[in-house]
C-alpha cells in the first residue's frame, strides 16, 4: 500500500490551542477527538490539491457565515433558490479570494444540500474551475460544518479560524482511475483504487459515501479521520459485533439517523 | 444502519428515526433525551442546546455525551457529503431497507430524486 501524502500530527500552536479550547467545556473531550480536531485545521491551512492555503481557509470561513447568512436563509425558503439574488454574508477577505460561484456552492453545501443538484455543479466549468475544486470546497465545507456543530453542541465558541496560511500551491493531482458517473462529480469506481491512493477504503466494505469525495482523495482522508474518533472507523462500519465507545452501536445509529432525517437526507 | 446495529435482545420502534422524542425512548436507553438534543443541535436555539444538554448529561454522564454530541456531529458531515455529491443508495441496502423506507415515508424527502436510483 502506497503512503499518503497526508499530514498525520499537528502543527504544535494548534494543537495547544485546541486543547485549551476544549478544555474550557463542561465536560472532558477524548484526546483522540482533541488531535484529529487539531490536524485537520493543520491541513486546512496548508495548499490543497486545488485550493492555496488562504483560499482552503477561506472556505471554512465561508461554511461558517453560511449559517446565518440572509440570502442563504431566503434562497432556502424560495421556490427555487436561483429566484433569489442578493450578496453573500460572508466576510470581505473571502470575497477578495474566492470566486462568486464556489461561496454560492458552499453556501447552498451548508444550508440547502437538499437542492443541490449537477448542473449548478457543472457551472463552474464556466469560469475555468475544474470538479475537483467543488470536491475540495465541499470536503472543507462538511468538516467545518462538523467542527462547528461539536462546539456549538458543548457549548463552546467556534474553533479561532484566523490562522496563517502555509504557502505554495496545490498539487491539482487527479486519480488516474476517477470517472464521472450519474453522480454530480467524478468519482474512482474501482474496488482497490490506483496508487497512491489504494488506502482510501477496504474493498469488502466499500460503498457509496466512500467514493463520493474520492476525486480529491485527501477530502476522503478527511472524513476517515474524523469519523473513526468521531463514530466508527468506517472500515469496520458494518461490523455490529465490536464496540470500543461508552455508547451501544443502537445508540449511535439512532443519533446517525436522526441526524439524517432532521436533514431530510435519503441516503 | 439502526436496524442493522439491533441485537436480539432489543426491541426498538424506528418511527423514531423520524420522529424523534414523541415515540418515546424508542427501546433505547436515554432514547428521549437523545432525541431532543440531537433536534437542538441540528435546529434549535443555543438556550434549547443548554437545556437539552444538560438533561442529556445527567441521563447518560459526560462520557456518552461527548459520543453523542461527536456523533450528531460527524452526520452533519456525512448527509452533505451524501446529498453534495449526489451519490446513489448502494444495491445492498437499497433492497434491505425497502419495506423501512416505505414505513417511515422515507421515499417521499426530496433527495430520494436522485439517491434512489438504480446504479
Known sequence: ??????????????????????????????????????????????????????????IAKTARAARDCPLCAAKKEALSPNSVTGEYAVPDDVKAI????????????????????????????????DHGHYVEALGLTVVTRNLDTFCRGLGLPFYDLSFDPVDGEPSRIKPVDAAMGEEFVPMIRSAVPEPPNDDLWDPKTVGNVYRALSYVPNAHRDTRLLAKVQYVDIDHLLDFKSNSRALARVQSEYVASRVSAINECFY | ???????????????????????????????????????????????????????????????KFVEVIATAAMFEQMVRIADGTGIALDDMTLGATEDLRDSLGLNEFSTAQHTFRKE
Open chain 1, 1 to 58: 500500500m502506497s503512503a499518503p501524502k497526508v499530514l498525520m500530527t499537528p502543527d504544535e500552536g494548534l494543537y495547544e490551542a485546541v486543547k485549551t479550547h476544549l478544555s474550557a467545556c463542561e465536560v472532558s473531550v477524548d484526546e483522540k477527538i482533541t488531535e484529529a480536531h487539531a490536524i485537520w485545521l493543520s491541513r486546512l491551512r496548508r495548499p490543497g490539491t486545488w485550493w492555496t492555503g488562504a483560499e482552503r481557509i477561506a
Open chain 1, 98 to 129: 474566492l470566486p462568486h460561484e464556489i461561496i454560492e456552492l458552499v453556501c447552498r453545501a451548508v444550508t440547502d444540500v437538499n437542492r443541490m443538484t449537477k448542473s449548478a455543479i457543472a457551472a463552474i466549468e464556466k469560469v475555468g474551475l
Open chain 2, 1 to 63: 444502519m439502526l436496524s442493522w446495529s439491533v441485537t436480539p435482545e432489543d426491541e426498538i420502534d424506528t418511527q423514531g428515526i423520524v420522529k424523534g422524542a414523541e415515540s418515546g425512548d424508542m427501546g433505547i436507553e436515554g432514547g428521549v433525551e437523545i432525541a431532543n438534543f440531537v433536534e437542538a443541535v441540528v435546529k434549535g436555539t443555543e438556550e434549547e442546546i443548554t437545556a437539552n444538554r444538560g438533561i442529556l448529561i445527567g441521563v447518560l454522564g459526560p462520557v
